[in-house]
């Protein structure tokens, strides 16, 4: 009964401008996401959000949720939870949210980072870990994200990355806007 999601592969750059395959992901409203069997995931500085794909017609009615600070347990009420356990960093659980759309089954899930910009490695601690390359993508995607909310009036739309990700991207730039 669930559907799955069709891994694709993103075409991320080389210091030397030559494409690298990433694979299992697809990008898509400025956000690289990350296909991981029957959902996929993707995170901003603020938030990780998660696609999870159900039968047409199913209502809130239809889902168990529950988000704690360190772990989320979400499915359909009677079955088994796509999600149950510890989450890869914590959350805020007040200010995370999900919806679902009845007419096409898609639901998004949207956990708060309790931290702002830490680059979490998978959605449940320990399981479907992302590669390296994909986690420097996914960093190099949010501190772009923090340049640009950080210097409104700058346009970084052409801004590349090149080599690796600072040490600490949360705090790299000290001294810089606050921004929410």
């Known amino acids: 009964f669930f559907f799955f999601f069709i891994p694709l592969c993103t075409m991320a750059r080389r210091p030397d401008d030559k494409p690298i395959q990433l694979p299992n992901t697809e990008q898509a409203d400025g956000l690289l996401w990350r296909m991981q069997g029957n959902y ?6 603020l938030d990780v959000q998660i696609v999870v794909q159900f039968p047409v017609g199913t209502r809130g009615r239809n889902i168990d949720c529950k988000f704690t600070a360190n772990s989320f347990r979400f499915g359909l009420k009677g079955k088994t939870p796509i999600f149950d356990g510890e989450t890869d960093y914590t959350i805020k659980p007040k ?7 009845p007419d096409s089954g898609e639901v998004l899930i949207v956990l708060e980072k309790a931290v702002k910009h830490e680059n979490w490695k998978s959605v449940i601690k320990g399981e479907g870990v992302i590669d390296f390359a994909t986690s420097e993508e996914m960093g190099k995607k ?3 994200e923090k340049f640009t909310a950080e210097n409104p009036g700058f346009d970084f739309s052409g801004a590349k990355f090149n080599g690796s990700l600072p040490a600490d991207p949360k705090n790299f730039c000290p001294g810089s806007r606050e921004y929410n």
């Not at 200010?95 to 759309?101: Q, R, V």
């Open 40 to 45: 996929k995931w993707a995170q901003t500085v």
């Open 142 to 144: 949010m501190l772009l």
């Open 95 to 101: 200010e995370s949210t999900w919806s679902i759309d």
